[in-house]
């Protein structure tokens, strides 16, 4: 080893899905939308020049914060916003999590969150979800240095009710509780209706999937005046500028038009109830997912199997090869003819 590779830090990386091309493909991988962004957003892009990015965008992304603020009727300071949800929980973890204590989150749950814990040193304790993959409460009753959970809970759908998250809430008043609600849109109710109860309660949301932009790379905050002005104290330490001006632009356009929103989510919710239906038929066990994605295991097949054949037919889901995940799929919610193309082949496949 040469003297300077002493000092490199060395990481083990999040593994995010992969981004096949072609025409032929099905995604199925990655819990993109599969309807476009609104009819507003392509109609700003179109009238973009390239003039507003010779100066740095509004730091304080001014134009987004005030659409969100309408949107949810919260003031201002107390919205935060980043490049996707990825980068709010990276400095939500960066602001919050220092007390040396380990932090709480589900064992089977997003696979960033000990990635960041590793990143930035911070102790952890991953808690065991139960046989049927339910998170529990309860086993959110002891010490520890914050906590962070999704709900809906990744991969697996998931999602607790109101009176689950807070019965956490209450039992964690000393450290920060953050709720990842990346798919909350698709099912089930936001905690954001608590954040007026508990000044420690931050509610992280995403444009990736409800709102059709994954691309475009917007995430937020939802939490107390304390937690907000912390985080840009934090986020301002470290990059002034994070958002780019059209992410800003086009951001604030999807944020308006409620009824594309509403039309397209409940699209998705619709043909998800579908999928649980066809899977069941075709051999499938399907968790209850309030989310744009199932979680599915085969009676018979194994998931590996399963995913590896999908491939090849240009058929492309999620295949995690962790302990408790290696005999299941996650199949993002695709368009109708999408999902038919998928039923079609392991009707097929399976027989
Ligand atoms: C997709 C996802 C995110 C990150 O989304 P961004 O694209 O970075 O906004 C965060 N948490 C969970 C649970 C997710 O599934």
Not at 51 to 72: G, I, T
Not at 271 to 297: H, M, P, Q, W, Y
Not at 310 to 323: C, D, H
Request: with cysteine.
């Amino acid at each position: 080893m040469r003297p300077w590779e002493k000092a490199i830090r060395s990481v083990v990386p999040y593994v995010p899905g992969e981004q096949p091309s072609g025409d032929r493909i099905i995604k199925l991988n990655t819990n993109e939308n599969p309807y476009p962004p609104a009819p507003g957003v392509q109609k700003a892009l179109r009238e973009m020049d390239g003039e507003q990015f010779r100066k740095y965008p509004d730091p304080a992304a001014n134009v987004l914060v005030d659409a969100l603020s309408d949107y949810y009727q919260l003031q201002k300071n107390r919205i935060f916003v980043g490049v996707g949800s990825d980068d709010v929980l990276a400095m939500a973890f960066l602001t919050f999590f220092n007390s040396g204590k380990p932090i709480l989150f589900p064992d089977v749950t997003y696979s960033f969150y000990p990635v960041w814990a590793e990143l930035f040193g911070i102790p952890y304790e991953a808690v065991p979800v139960d046989g049927d993959f339910h998170i529990r409460p309860r086993d959110y009753r002891k010490d520890n240095g914050g906590v962070i959970f999704p709900n809906p809970n990744a991969p697996t759908g998931i999602c607790l009710g109101l009176d689950q998250v807070e019965e956490i809430i209450k039992a964690n008043e000393d450290v920060v509780v953050i709720v990842d609600e990346a798919y909350i849109d698709f099912g089930g109710e936001s905690a954001r209706s608590l954040i007026d109860c508990y000044d420690n309660l931050l509610v992280v949301q995403t444009f990736s999937k409800s709102r059709s932009m994954a691309g475009m790379r917007i995430g937020y905050a939802m939490g107390s005046e304390t937690l907000i002005r912390s985080l840009s104290n934090v986020k301002y330490s470290y990059n002034s500028y994070t958002l780019n001006q059209p992410s800003l632009i086009l951001g604030a356009e999807a944020v308006k038009d409620r009824e594309y929103f509403e039309r397209t989510t409940a699209a998705v919710v619709h043909t998800r109830e579908k999928a649980k239906l066809r899977l069941r038929e075709l051999g499938f066990t399907c968790t209850d997912s309030s989310t744009n994605f199932v979680f599915i295991t085969h009676e018979k097949v194994p998931a590996q199997e399963i995913f590896e054949a999908l491939r090849k037919e240009q058929i492309y889901v999620r295949y995690f090869a962790a302990p408790r995940l290696k005999n299941y799929l996650r199949v993002t919610i695709g368009t109708d003819e999408d999902m038919e193309a998928m039923y079609r082949f392991l009707e097929s496949y399976l027989k």
